[in-house]
């Protein structure tokens, strides 16, 4: 299997805290993308890093990209409430058209 | 604007059963992906299909037909259901085929089969 996999598989913080995530994944890629889905719900696109990229931000999102350790990492700060829900890495694989997601970390933020 | 529209949300089989879940976007996307999600695994490829007319294999397709029916619609097929095959199946879609596009999902059908 080619799937990647998210350390921790779940983290509970307090409102306001930061909270980082990361993916660990087997294969060269061509970009890397990150997922939050709500409970019940379908995924929700985060924001996509390129292989040739080592760091992006988005909002309160930063994502950074070590292609030498196949892995990467999702920081969200300032945390809010509304930003529990399980939070997953996609790798295309280098394939082109299969994405390959990782397990999932799920986040509790604590009001 | 509905997205990826996912029917039914919820379905209970018993093994042996045949069914057909449905899935359609309104988003003009050319590619359409299955992917089921089970605790523990994340979600694994089932079948995909870059664009009408074709569709391919992905990484657990045993067990499980599809069909493009036109470039709204793609539908998952279990001939005869089995107990491994309870799982929540999300359909996809996504631009047109290629690794940096973001796929944008349905809400999912819950699946028991007893």
């Known amino acids: 299997s080619q799937q990647g996999e998210e350390d921790p598989q779940a983290l509970s913080i307090q409102e306001g805290e930061n909270a980082t995530m990361n993916c660990s994944y087997k294969?060269?890629?061509?970009?890397l993308q990150w997922y939050r889905q709500n409970s019940g719900r379908g995924l929700v696109h985060l924001i996509l890093?390129?292989?040739?990229?080592r760091e992006k931000h988005s909002g309160r999102l930063r994502v950074t990209l070590d292609t030498s350790k196949k892995s990467s990492s999702l920081l969200i700060t300032a945390s809010r409430a509304a930003d529990t829900a399980s939070y997953f890495c996609a790798t295309d694989g280098n394939t082109g058209n299969q994405f390959y997601f990782g397990t999932g970390t799920s986040l509790t933020v604590i009001p | 604007n509905a997205g990826v529209t996912q029917t039914p949300k919820f379905q209970v089989l018993k093994t042996g059963q045949s069914m057909t879940l449905q899935c359609a976007q309104d988003m003009n996307h050319n590619s359409m992906y299955w992917y089921r999600q089970d605790p523990g695994m994340g979600l694994r490829l089932i079948y995909y299909?870059?664009?009408?007319?074709?569709?391919d294999k992905g990484e657990v397709p045993n067990g499980y037909n599809v069909s493009r029916l036109n470039k709204r619609e793609f539908s998952l097929r279990l001939e005869s259901a089995a107990p491994s095959q309870t799982s929540v199946y999300f359909c996809?879609?996504?631009?047109?085929?290629?690794?940096?596009?973001?796929?944008?999902f349905g809400d999912g059908t819950r699946l028991s089969i007893l």
């Open positions: 299909s870059a664009s009408e007319g074709t569709t």
């Open positions: 996809a879609s996504s631009p047109p085929a290629g690794p940096i596009q973001p796929q944008h």
């Open positions: 890093i390129r292989s040739n990229e």
């Open positions: 294969t060269s890629i061509n970009n």
